[in-house]
């Protein structure tokens, strides 16, 4: 086989596989529709506001809660011990 | 269909020439690879985990009040409800119990709310599936806490909340406001903070001013901004994660420029020869951009793949610690994929063009001197 049709049926495999992964993304959405649906009523019901993706500490789990000074709040310039505290953007009008 | 046969036998000739290269080119698309693939991994991530915080988070209440005392969040009394005065566009205002605990058996804090509506029992409870996860714990099994005033509680677990739902209830105890306040000691008249409800969004903004001027010692904090934060975070983190891996990238872009744009004796006595036995210069710039194209657009295609794989069959295991956060609870989930096209054609024309154009200019250069200068 000539080396053009090898890497070409390579880039048209690769392709397909491109193709079927946003394929593979519209079916997941799908079955996945119903943890989002589970997940909104659980907001609502609850009145939740944070996702729990750090909890380690109050600021950290609750971020849309937390104090205005948040990282830095155990008393000012207070060096962060949290880790996910690290990953906190600065308040916007710093940067 | 002479056009077309004339670039099979120029991608031939390309493929052959990279082929006496092996080692070096492989090399090359290896490295090229992985770095598409850590790109496209924290892009893919991101976004999913993005989307999910904006559709589920639409959900939350419109405005939280809360009370500020020196610069902290405090307790709310009760009769806020009734000194914020007649607010329109408020249909429903009431006063949310939540706080926290640590548990020094696990080393983990659990957000602790009262749920009512459960209509659980005085000592029942109900506990998210990652507390259950940390602790061991089954529906009807009994979880002891220790209470404000030192003495130990035990509950009986009524209910798991349904695992799907992690990503916002890994951590939580659900109990009676009842319970709770006699488990944290808290009066009667006071709050956490007061939740309203809002019919008309756009009004939003109005009442929080109102709400300002009324209860100056408290700060409302709208949905919206909630909304604004996550999408502020994730945005944070994954620019800090290209920032970590910038250094990387800079290795790479070094790599690749100086094996794309600075030609060796050999290549450039090989456009000499070339030349010499009948190829005219665009006959060489296209190989070359072919030889670009093969090499970009192979690794480009297999680092997106790679990443989507990573991400969504294999949860993202290489970073989700950096992007989602570290904690002992941690919640577990399967990131729903959330693609965008304009972030894949951006990740598409860093990663390929730059590559491609590199190995032109420089070929140009040489394609178009005289056979017999470039051969010397």
Known sequence: ?95 | MVLLQRQRYLIDYTLSALYRHKGKNLGLLLVYTLIVFLLASVMLFTQSLRQEAARTLQNAPEIIVQRMVAGRHALIPADYLEKMGRLRGVSERHGRLWGYFYDPVVKANYTLMAADHKQLGERDIAIGAGVARARGLEIGDRLSLRSSRGEPTSFRIREILHPDTELLSADLILLPSATFRSFFGIANNLFTDLALTVRNPAETRKIAEKLTLRLPDTRPILREEILRTYDAIFNWRQGIVFVLLSSALMAFVIFAWDKASGLSAEEKREIGILKAIGWDSNDILAMKLWEGAVVSVTAFLLGYLLAYLHVFHASAELFSSVLKGWATLYPQFKPIPAIDGLQIATLFFFTVFPYTVATIIPVWRAAVSDPDTVMR
């Open chain 1, 1 to 95: 086989m000539r080396k053009s049709t090898t890497f070409l049926l390579l880039i048209a495999v690769l392709t397909i596989a491109l193709l079927l992964s946003i394929l593979d993304a519209g079916m997941r959405r799908t079955q996945t529709a119903d943890r989002l649906v589970m997940e909104a009523q659980l907001v609502a019901g609850l009145e939740l506001t944070d996702l729990v993706i750090s909890t380690e500490a109050r600021y950290t789990r609750h971020w849309s809660q937390a104090d205005y000074h948040a990282a830095f709040q155990d008393y000012p310039s207070a060096l962060e011990h949290f880790p996910a505290g690290s990953l906190l953007p600065p308040p916007a009008r710093l940067y």
